[in-house]
């Protein structure tokens, strides 16, 4: 049976939609080390390598020291390594990134911001700040039915 273009389109967003909801919850220990200070972005985001040079960093993480115990960095290590990325996210350099905005996907998916929303705009959001538009970045969701752009002039 050959399914239209249609219903086959229609199946895989809410398939994918679906996957979406079924990630499981960001660990505790993550949410509480990392989200304490920016939303806790789900390991997806980055690939390993990346994460392991975050984690290395966290003495000088982009100019704070964030460093916490071996016992507590375990399994945030562990998520974020175990969930990471499949497709590398190195630089042109070959190096790892440390910036999820810096990634090729990340410019690709934001490439529809409205010019007042991006860095320069009268309305400017910082590109790390995922909750002014993806309403459940703190769970660690981003599907595109919960994202609602700022309203031109609404104060955040």
Same mark, same amino acid.
């Given at each position: 049976? *050959?399914?239209?273009? =249609? %219903?086959? !389109?229609? +199946?895989?967003? $809410?398939?994918?939609?679906?996957?979406?909801?079924?990630?499981?919850?960001?660990?505790?220990?993550?949410?509480?080390?990392?989200?304490?200070?920016?939303?806790?972005?789900?390991?997806?985001?980055?690939?390993?390598?990346?994460?392991?040079?975050?984690?290395?960093?966290?003495?000088?993480?982009?100019?704070?020291?964030?460093?916490?115990?071996? *016992?507590?960095?375990? =399994? %945030?290590? !562990?998520? +974020?390594?175990? $969930?990471?990325?499949?497709?590398?996210?190195?630089?042109?350099?070959?190096?790892?990134?440390?910036?999820?905005?810096?990634?090729?996907?990340?410019?690709?998916?934001?490439?529809?911001?409205?010019?007042?929303?991006?860095?320069?705009?009268?309305?400017?959001?910082?590109?790390?700040?995922?909750?002014?538009?993806?309403?459940?970045?703190?769970?660690?969701?981003?599907?595109?039915?919960?994202?609602?752009?700022?309203?031109?002039?609404?104060?955040?």
């Amino acid at each position: 049976m *050959k399914l239209s273009i =249609p %219903v086959a !389109a229609i +199946l895989l967003v $809410s398939s994918a939609s679906a996957a979406e909801s079924k990630r499981a919850p960001l660990p505790p220990a993550y949410v509480e080390e990392c989200g304490s200070c920016h939303v806790a972005f789900p390991g997806r985001m980055l690939d390993a390598a990346s994460w392991q040079a975050v984690i290395g960093g966290l003495s000088q993480h982009f100019g704070v020291d964030a460093s916490v115990d071996a *016992k507590t960095l375990e =399994p %945030v290590r !562990a998520y +974020l390594e175990g $969930s990471a990325r499949r497709k590398p996210t190195a630089g042109a350099d070959g190096q790892p990134l440390l910036r999820i905005t810096e990634t090729r996907w990340f410019v690709h998916e934001h490439d529809e911001v409205p010019s007042r929303l991006r860095p320069g705009g009268a309305e400017a959001v910082k590109p790390a700040e995922c909750g002014a538009c993806h309403q459940q970045a703190a769970t660690g969701s981003y599907a595109e039915r919960d994202i609602q752009m700022p309203r031109k002039g609404a104060t955040r």
